[in-house]
Every structure is written in structure tokens, then in C-alpha cells.
């Protein structure tokens, strides 16, 4: 397995191996060497290029580590100061030293005449460097360690059931129990413990979003959305696009949810649906258990990976064996998961909190799309064309979860669970799309009024619940619980306007799966040219690569989810 790593990892030409990153000192002069070096004709540009690129891989790897350690255990204060040590003292450096080096390359006449590849990645460091401003540099800092404070308020939630201290996640387990007495009580005493800390995250919020105010008025903006679109490098939809997805799944989504939760009900026997009787089997079996433990849990997913592709398990494999996973939840341990591209080793670190759920195959399904995505990519020379818009680094991920599900038969023993955990997943894309909504729209309402009050944001949030609602679910006696229910979103604290981009993309998974279904070697070829690709072209030429519309419209999206339904309505009738 150690052929894949090799293959992958990325050699030193420029920055010392033996470096050791304690300070802005320690990696100035390779700043001052980019910044003297002189430009003289094309393929001293792509020189030049390359040892940035190299610099920015090492720099950003340094800092996945300590941020992925930091996230592992949030309880050892030596790993927090380790990452805030980076972004306090040493990134505010790296990013006046950087946008000097942006101004330089924009600066050199040669850059016309780089190959087209690099046209992309150009527009990005033009984008970047417009966006810059020093007065915004430490408040940027000050941000990102703010902005850990969720991970580490949220890794001390904990109820005890049973006896036993159960993180959230594990406890959420239970929400698929038989007994509905006691989903009950589970449901209570986690929305009982989020309570404890709403007034505290109420207040985090409120204090993110003035700093973040703040560095979009600096940077010559009215408000922080405007300014981090921008930034996210949002060049191929606007606002505009964003309002009209909102819209689209307004308008098809609550029917289709509507009518998967009257049969649930129906099935269930049940007067009314209760915010505990959302996750139970309809026919009230056993919550599924696809693994049995983390090993177990790899041995099958290297299985379903090398159904698709021998090559796809094998890189699984070997992240696993090489120590670029963190699985199992515990307590201590921040919430979330992630895949985070690691630009040297090319070798990218999976981060997740299993708790032995169907929902755990569907997030390393996700995280293992990611994964592949930077294998296939690691051959791409500069760091920008591996740094992925999410928009298609999600549409990776959620096709993986997609195209994995034909093979799920290696996590069950029988064909009737394989049914179950399709319905599952598939009902839940559905679903989740109207939260995507609804968490994107939000953020924009906050923003263009930040001076709101706690009053006029839990208005705002209960505003877009009702106009996605489909008036199934009695959350009487619960409303407060429901009226904070943003707070359960990592990306509103830690990656303000990073959520839309998985509704996109799951329209475009949707459409790969459904290609798939009619042609899987063509869309096994289509989905790798577009790993392959990274970002050397614009969103809506990658999206053509794999065989696809990049498109919001809502005829568009009412096709897609009215074929997700139809296959649905295939499995409950099996």
C-alpha cells in the first residue's frame, strides 16, 4: 500500500525538508527570495510559480496538522495554542508577505502568455489581492480563533443514558430506537443541553458577525455577504442565483417531504408526527447497524470502493493504514466531520464522529469522494489548481455517496437492510435540501442587517422554518428548541456562506447518479476526467465534464428530485 503514498506525495525543491515552523522568521527568507526573484520571461514565470506553490503546500499542510490535532482532542490546551500560535503570529505575516507576491505576478507581462491552465488560478490571486486589506489582517486572526470557540463549547456537550456519558452524536443514536418512550427522553435531554449553551453561542455569533462586518467595510463593502462571495471566488452565479435556488426548492421540495412523511406517519400508526419519531424505521425495526467496529467499518468501505473502481479502496486503504483518519466519536472531540486536503503529502486526512450509524457510511461515502478528488488531482503542478471550489469539490463527494449506495450489499447481511439504508439516504437528500435553503438564506438575512437583535434573528430563522414547512411535525412544547436550531450548524460559526455549494452540488450528484443508472462505465470515466481536471476551468465546464448541467432553475430541479422520488417509490414498493 505504500506505492500510493509514494506516488503521491509531493518532493522538495525549494523549501529545506528538515524545516521547523515556530515562527515568521523561520520562513521569511523564502518570502524574500520569491519577492527578489526576477521574472524574466515565461518559463521563468512558471519557475516561480512552482516555488510558491511549493511554499503555500508546505505552510498550509503545517497548519491542516495542528488544526486537525487541535479538533482530536480539544481537552489538550498545548495543541489550541500550537494552532493559534499559526494563525495569530504567523499567518497575518504570511498574508501581507503573500499579497506582495500577488502583486508581482500580476505585475510581470509574461503572465499573458502562460498556458491556458493557468488562467483560472489567475483570476483567483487577482480576486485575492483586490479583496486585500492590512487593517483587516489582525482582525482576521482574531476571527479564526474565535471561531474555534464553537468546536470547543460543542465538544462538551454530553447527557448520560443509561448510566453512560454519551457525546451528542452517540446519543442521537438512540433517536432510531424502537421505543419511542425513550426517543423521547434521548430527545429531550439533548435539546436540554443545547439550551445550556444557546445564550452562549447566540452571543459568539453576534460577535463573528461584527468582526466580520467590520472587515467587509474596511475592504471598501456594505456588507460581510457581498464581501464573502467574493472571496469564496463565486465568478459563475450571484446572489441573484442563490435567491432563485431558494426559490426552487421552496416551490418542489415540501410537496415531495410532505408526502414521504404522511406514509411515515400512516406506517407508524401514530396521531401525530413528534420531532423523536423523524429517524425510526417505519415498521419500527432495530436502528441499522452497517459495522461493528472503525476496523470493520474500513473493511467494508474499502469493499464498496473497490466495487466502483479496485484503485478507489486501495486509497482508502491506505490513508487508514497510514494514519490519515480519526473515526470514532468520543468525548473531547469536536463535532463535524471533514476531508481535509493536505497540498504536500497529497494525501488527504478524513475527520468524522461515527457513533456506528447508517448516517457514518453516507459521511465517509462523502469524505471519501473528497479523498479521491485529491488523489486524482495530486498530479496538477500548482496548489491552485488543486484549491477546489466547493462547489466541485462537493460535487465529488455527494456523487460518491450516490454512486457507493449501489454497492452497500457489504454492510448488510441482507437485502431487505440494503432497502432500508437506500431509502434512507435518498429520502434524506431529499429533505436536506430545504435545509440547505433555508441555513443559506439566513446568512444572508443576518448580513445584510447586522445590527439585528437576538429577537429579529430567531424572527428571521423561524420566518424561513414556516416557508419550507410542511405542517407534518408537532413541535409543540418544543418551540424554543426549534427557534435555535441554526445553532446545530457548524459552517454558520466556522465557514460563514459554505453551505449552498452542497446543495448544488447534490443537484448535480443527483444527475451523475442518475446517469449512472443508464451508463456506469461512460459515468465512472465522466466523474474521474472531472477529479482529474481540479480547477484549471470555469464551474460550468467541470460540471459539463462529468456529464452534467450546472443549472438552478426550477424545472431543473423539479426533474431531479421528482427522480429521486420515483426511485423511492420503487423501493417501498419492493
Not at 464498496?304 to 490519515?324: A, D, R
Not at 446568512?443 to 445590527?451: A, D, I, K, S
Request: with cysteine; aromatic share 12%.
Amino acid at each position: 500500500m505504500n506505492t500510493v503514498f509514494e506516488q503521491a506525495k509531493q518532493k522538495r525543491t525549494f523549501v529545506s525538508p528538515t524545516i521547523s515552523i515556530d515562527s515568521w522568521q523561520s520562513i521569511q527568507p523564502y518570502f524574500e527570495y520569491l519577492q527578489n526573484y526576477e521574472l524574466t520571461d515565461v518559463d521563468s514565470t512558471i519557475q516561480w510559480m512552482l516555488k510558491r506553490s511549493e511554499l503555500e503546500a508546505v505552510l498550509e499542510e503545517d497548519l491542516a496538522w495542528r488544526y486537525i490535532k487541535m479538533n482530536c482532542n480539544t481537552q489538550d490546551q498545548n495543541l489550541a495554542q500550537s494552532f493559534q500560535l499559526f494563525v495569530s503570529q504567523i499567518q497575518p505575516e504570511v498574508q501581507k508577505a503573500s499579497n506582495s507576491l500577488d502583486k508581482k505576478i500580476l505585475a510581470s507581462p509574461y503572465i499573458s502568455q502562460l498556458p491556458k491552465e493557468y488562467t483560472i488560478a489567475l483570476r483567483d490571486i487577482a480576486n485575492r489581492e483586490s479583496l486585500f486589506c492590512e487593517a483587516n489582517v489582525p482582525i482576521i486572526a482574531e476571527l479564526q480563533q474565535q471561531e474555534q470557540e464553537y468546536g470547543v463549547i460543542n465538544s462538551k456537550m454530553t447527557v448520560h443514558i443509561d448510566g453512560q456519558e454519551k457525546t451528542l452524536q452517540q446519543a442521537a443514536v438512540y433517536l432510531k430506537s424502537t421505543d419511542r418512550a425513550l426517543r423521547k427522553q434521548v430527545f429531550e435531554q439533548i435539546s436540554e443541553r443545547r439550551m445550556i449553551d444557546a445564550e452562549a453561542l447566540q452571543q459568539l455569533l453576534t460577535d463573528l458577525i461584527t468582526k466580520r462586518h467590520t472587515i467587509a467595510c474596511n475592504a471598501g463593502y456594505k456588507n460581510y455577504r457581498d464581501y464573502k462571495l467574493q472571496e469564496l471566488g463565486r465568478f459563475d452565479y450571484t446572489k441573484e442565483d442563490c435567491f432563485a435556488f431558494h426559490d426552487s426548492i421552496r416551490a418542489c421540495v415540501p410537496p415531495i417531504v410532505k408526502e414521504i412523511q404522511r406514509k411515515r406517519l400512516a406506517t407508524l400508526g401514530y396521531e401525530s408526527l413528534k420531532p423523536w419519531d423523524t429517524e425510526v424505521d417505519t415498521d419500527n425495526k432495530p436502528a441499522l447497524v452497517p459495522f461493528t467496529s472503525i476496523d470493520d467499518f474500513i473493511r467494508k468501505s474499502v469493499a464498496c470502493f473497490n466495487s466502483l473502481n479496485p484503485s478507489y479502496g486501495e486509497y482508502l486503504q491506505t490513508m487508514y493504514s497510514q494514519g490519515y483518519m480519526d473515526l470514532e466519536s468520543r468525548v473531547g472531540k469536536a463535532p463535524g466531520g471533514f476531508n481535509y486536503p493536505l497540498y504536500e503529502s497529497n494525501m488527504p486526512f478524513i475527520y468524522m464522529n461515527a457513533a456506528g450509524t447508517i448516517r457514518d457510511v453516507e459521511t465517509l461515502m462523502h469524505e471519501g469522494g473528497h479523498a479521491l478528488h485529491s488523489f486524482f488531482s495530486s498530479h496538477l503542478p500548482l496548489v491552485e489548481f488543486k484549491s477546489l471550489p466547493s462547489e466541485v469539490a462537493e460535487l465529488a463527494s455527494m456523487s460518491m455517496e450516490l454512486l457507493s449506495m449501489e454497492h452497500w450489499d457489504v454492510f448488510f447481511d441482507n437485502a431487505e437492510d440494503v432497502k432500508r439504508a437506500k431509502i434512507s439516504q435518498l429520502e434524506g437528500i431529499i429533505s436536506i435540501l430545504s435545509w440547505i435553503a433555508i441555513v443559506d438564506e439566513f446568512q444572508h438575512r443576518l448580513y445584510e442587517n447586522p445590527y439585528h437583535t437576538i429577537e429579529e434573528r430567531t424572527h428571521i430563522w423561524m420566518q424561513l422554518l414556516e416557508s419550507h414547512e410542511t405542517h407534518m411535525i408537532d413541535w409543540q412544547g418544543w418551540e424554543h428548541v426549534r427557534a435555535v436550531s441554526w445553532q446545530k450548524q457548524l459552517h454558520i460559526y466556522e465557514v460563514p456562506f459554505y453551505y449552498i455549494e452542497y446543495g448544488i452540488a447534490q443537484l448535480g450528484a443527483i444527475a451523475i447518479w442518475k446517469n449512472y443508472k443508464h451508463n456506469s462505465k461512460e459515468t465512472i470515466k465522466q466523474y474521474e476526467n472531472m477529479l482529474r481536471t481540479g480547477y484549471t476551468c470555469t464551474i460550468p465546464e467541470i460540471y459539463a465534464k462529468a456529464g452534467i448541467q450546472f443549472s438552478f432553475t426550477q424545472e431543473y430541479v423539479s426533474d431531479l428530485l421528482q427522480y429521486v422520488y420515483s426511485e423511492l417509490q420503487v423501493l417501498y414498493s419492493h
